[in-house]
């Protein structure tokens, strides 16, 4: 294989070429922070920061509520609420049987 950008060959499997340092094939894509359908108690903000963290969803909740406890009540409600407005909700999962066809609302 050869690099588009510098045209030396390099590894088949590499992801990046050694000579210039050109990224090779699909980057991966970002990570978003979006909140969880899936684990959430109250808004899914906490799951969906553990998530995007690759942290524990139990440990971002005890740290949540444990600098809401230290700060005041009211700042970290607030932030807790503005997070719950501004942070999208994940897309909803719509599953598909087999053999149907795929229409876009």
């Avoid at 030396?8 to 070429?17: M, T, V, Y």
């Amino acid at each position: 294989m050869y690099c588009n950008a510098c045209g030396k060959a390099i590894a088949d499997d590499a992801r990046f070429c050694a000579y210039c340092g050109t990224v090779l094939g699909q980057s991966p894509a970002p990570k978003k922070l979006i909140r969880s359908r899936a684990d959430r108690k109250i808004a899914g903000f906490c799951a969906g920061l553990g998530h995007y963290l690759d942290m524990d969803i139990t440990l971002v909740r005890l740290v949540w509520v444990l600098v809401t406890l230290m700060a005041g009540v009211l700042p970290g409600v607030v932030v807790y609420v503005l997070a719950w407005i501004v942070v999208p909700d994940e897309p909803t999962a719509i599953p598909i049987a087999a053999g149907q066809a795929v229409t876009h609302p």
